[in-house]
């Protein structure tokens, strides 16, 4: 396709398609517009779920874009996600495919827009998701799948890939515009603590630090994290108070404010802390980075965020990125 909003789906959609099948929409850029990104709506999502965190029987793979482009292989159910795929410095084309193998019922319905380079509604660079608006909620990839796994190592003789868990082998950056006139934004876990789940495990699933706490900090997430305001969280709770202080059993808002650098320190508890700090002017974005290794997942995470006016509010995570993360 060579035009503006074209859609992706399974043959015979809306009916699902079985058993094994390679399925591609190849993008040509049109040279009369200078077109930077693509921009993948997935109206309906919904492939064979990963195995162990692996998507060994399906996938969908983005091939023919920069190289340092992060698009990681998504596959399971991702009905309302979004991705951006930057094609800046490429002549094209860009092939999207879906790839499926062994039993199951698969459908897809992927709408695709071609932004050009002085559009506003363009991602900032090295963002694979992009939120815009004051609040919201956002998740990880794979997460909405009905059931809730069983902490997994590695998968079981004649398993098959039903549970919701997060993908291996991401590194990921989701971002949110600044909005005029806010100046922090805060994240919170509305569920319980079967909502958010991020572990970290040996390869043996010997646990690292307790995963039913809310854990934060390099030492306690070591490998499998979301970095909200240059701190790593994980565990089965979302809580700054995790970085200090272990048995944490409940959610708490963490609040981030980060810009320019400030040479100041703050003292909270034993732990100093640089501070940033966001002015008005400033034009963000606030950005959220998922973390994963290769060989153990759970569910993921289901976040909601709210940014705060300026001067209304005061961080409860505002550090250099080498101090927590």
């Known amino acids: 396709m060579s035009h503006n909003h074209t859609y992706f789906v399974n043959p015979l959609y809306p009916a699902p398609v079985t058993g ?37 029987s399906d996938r969908m793979v983005i091939s023919g874009i920069n190289a340092n482009a992060v698009v990681p292989t998504l596959c399971g159910r991702n009905t309302g996600q979004h991705i951006y795929v930057d094609v800046e410095n490429i002549q094209g084309p860009i092939t999207i495919r879906m790839l499926t193998s062994g039993i199951g019922n698969r459908r897809w319905n992927i709408h695709i827009s071609q932004i050009e380079c002085t559009n506003p509604s363009r991602a900032p660079q090295n963002c694979l998701q992009y939120y815009t608006g004051p609040r919201g909620t956002f998740q990880s990839f794979n997460y909405e799948s009905t059931r809730i796994p069983p902490q997994i190592t590695t998968p079981a003789p004649g398993n098959q890939p039903t549970d919701a868990s997060y993908l291996n082998g991401m590194d990921y950056a989701i971002c949110f515009r600044k909005e005029a006139g806010f100046c922090s934004q805060t994240y919170i876990n509305n569920g ?88 008005d002017s400033t034009r963000g974005p606030f950005i959220a980075r998922f973390v994963t290794d290769s060989h153990s997942t759970r569910r993921g995470f289901q976040l909601s965020y709210h940014q705060n006016p300026c001067g209304s509010i005061q961080p409860t995570v505002a550090i250099t990125p080498a101090a927590g993360g």
């Open 20 to 56: 094994t099948n390679s399925c591609a929409l190849t993008v040509y850029k049109p040279f009369k517009y200078r077109i930077c990104q693509l921009r993948l709506d997935f109206l309906e999502f919904d492939i064979n779920r990963p195995l162990a965190g692996n998507c060994d």
């Open 192 to 279: 319980t603590r079967d909502d958010f789940q991020i572990i970290n495990q040996e390869r043996d699933g010997t646990e690292r630090t307790p995963n039913t706490q809310a854990n934060a900090g390099i030492v306690k997430c070591p490998s499998d994290y979301i970095l909200l305001g240059g701190i790593r969280f994980c565990g089965m709770y979302l809580n700054i108070d995790g970085l200090q202080r272990d048995t944490i059993v409940t959610n708490a808002p963490v609040i981030v404010r980060v810009l320019f650098f400030n040479d100041c320190n703050i003292h909270t508890n034993t732990l100093h802390l640089k501070v940033f700090y966001f002015t």
